[in-house]
Structure formats: C-alpha cells, structure tokens
C-alpha cells in the first residue's frame, strides 16, 4: 500500500494549468514509489491524454458522470494509499507537501483530514477581490493563528489530505452525498465542506498545518463581480444543507444548547 494517493480531478482542463499542477509534483520530496497519482478524466471532450511517464505509479481514470463527488468518488475507488490528496487542476503544491502530510498524520490517529495556506495566483487582479479570496479557496482557512497546527472546523477541497480509513468509515455509517459539486453554469458547490462535517459528526479530527502550502492558480474570469455574486449565491443555497449537518454536530458535542429551528 502506498503512503499516499494524489487525485486530480478534471474536465476540459486548461493545458498550461494542469502542466504547472504536474510539474509541481514532480518536485515532491516524498519518493514517487511512495505513492500514486490518478487524474480523473470527468467526461472531458475530447478524451484527456497525457504523458504521465514520468511516475511509476500514475494513470489517468475516465468518470462519465460529470460532477466533482463523482470524479473524486472514482479516484478514490481508483487508488489505494493510506493518505488520499485531492488536488485541483490549477493547484500547485510546495516540494514537501505529501512528506507533510504524512509527517502530520503519523502524529495523531485520529485526525482525519488536513489542510492549510493557500496562496492566489492571477492572472488579473482588481484590488476589491481580496476581501472575497475566502470564497475563491485563497488564504489561510482558519481565522484563528495560521502560525502553528491546530484543529479546525472545515477545510477546503484544494490540497485536502484525507486519511483513507476515516473516508471509509463515514461511508459505511451511511454518509451519501448531496452535493455534486459544480456543474454546468450552477456555482453550488459545498461537497468540501459536506465531507468534513461528515468527518466531524463520525467523531474525526480536522487539522490546519502552515506547512500545507499549495499555489491556486486563477483565471481572468474569476475576477468579475458577476463571478463573485453567483459563487456567493452558491455557497449560500448549499450552506442551507450543511447547518443540518452543523445542528447534528452541536447535539453531539454540547447536547445542553438548543439548535436551530426552522
């Protein structure tokens, strides 16, 4: 089994993105037999091909079903490492990333996924975006101190290092997805999020480590108010399902305090 399994899920990918996503990880400290990579072909038209020969280990998976729960479900059902990395296509993680990782989850057995800084590449810029780079997966993720490793309460799913077993364990207690991620032109995404109270309400722990460092790449047309407004719009109709999931948790953490009601 390997250390670790490294995801990448994609459909009609830029080229020149996912080549800097490639070549950071061939810059990984951690020894390439020590884990795999599977890209996810998520019904790209054409059929995604790429020269992967440069690792051992790596294959490329095609999933039909277009959506991002599916496309990751298949990599998962793919793959077979202890530590599973999903890594997006416009990512690029720092050389020690996977070495990281493993470091950190070899600390505490119940820490069930991990994540940590983000920093914004663009290709344009307006200086309004910063005060909404949270909503683009840009930042640190946690608004507490980003100077040491501490547990969080969510995680995004760029650079989300998820411990095999803890995955398993949600889906056998009967966790069944709700969200597909974004599909078509419809901005509502939340599966990340979902995922981590899942973990959460399994008992799990969710861990911010400052060594996490990846690069999100982003485009000129995720810089427009009109992208911002529906991305928001997004997160708001799916943040509706995950307070189901957050009154769940508090019953189960502080079970004293009333939860919500509707």
Not at 25 to 51: C, F, G, H, M, Y
Not at 177 to 201: M, Q, T, Y
């Amino acid at each position: 089994m390997y250390l670790a399994s490294l995801i990448i899920c994609t459909r009609n990918p830029r080229r020149e993105y996912l080549e800097m996503t490639l070549t950071a990880l061939r810059k990984q400290a951690l020894p390439t037999e020590r884990w795999e990579l599977v890209i996810v072909d998520n019904a790209s038209d054409p059929e995604l091909k790429w020269d992967l020969s440069w690792h051992p280990h790596a294959r490329v998976v095609r999933e039909a079903e277009v959506g991002l729960s599916h496309a990751r479900r298949r990599g998962v059902e793919a793959c077979s490492g202890r530590l599973i990395v999903f890594v997006d296509d416009d990512n690029e993680l720092a050389p020690s990333y996977l070495q990281d990782a493993c470091d950190l989850f070899s600390t505490d057995e119940r820490i069930a996924a991990a994540g940590g800084p983000s920093e914004g590449v663009w290709e344009d810029r307006p200086s309004w975006v910063e005060r909404y780079q949270g909503l683009l997966a840009i930042g640190h993720q946690t608004a507490t101190d980003p100077a040491r490793a501490q547990d969080v309460v969510g995680l995004w799913g760029a650079g989300l290092v998820v411990r095999r077993v803890a995955l398993d364990h949600v889906y056998k207690a009967g966790f069944h997805p709700r969200f597909k991620g974004r599909v078509g032109h419809s901005l509502v995404g939340c599966e990340d999020s979902e995922w981590c109270l899942a973990l959460r309400l399994c008992g799990w722990k969710l861990r911010f480590d400052p060594r996490l460092r990846i690069r999100h790449h982003m485009p000129r047309s995720r810089a427009t108010e009109t992208y911002i407004r529906r991305l928001a719009a997004g997160f708001a109709e799916g943040d509706v399902v995950l307070q189901e999931y957050r009154d769940a948790i508090q019953l189960i953490e502080q079970p004293d305090l009333p939860t919500a009601s509707w």
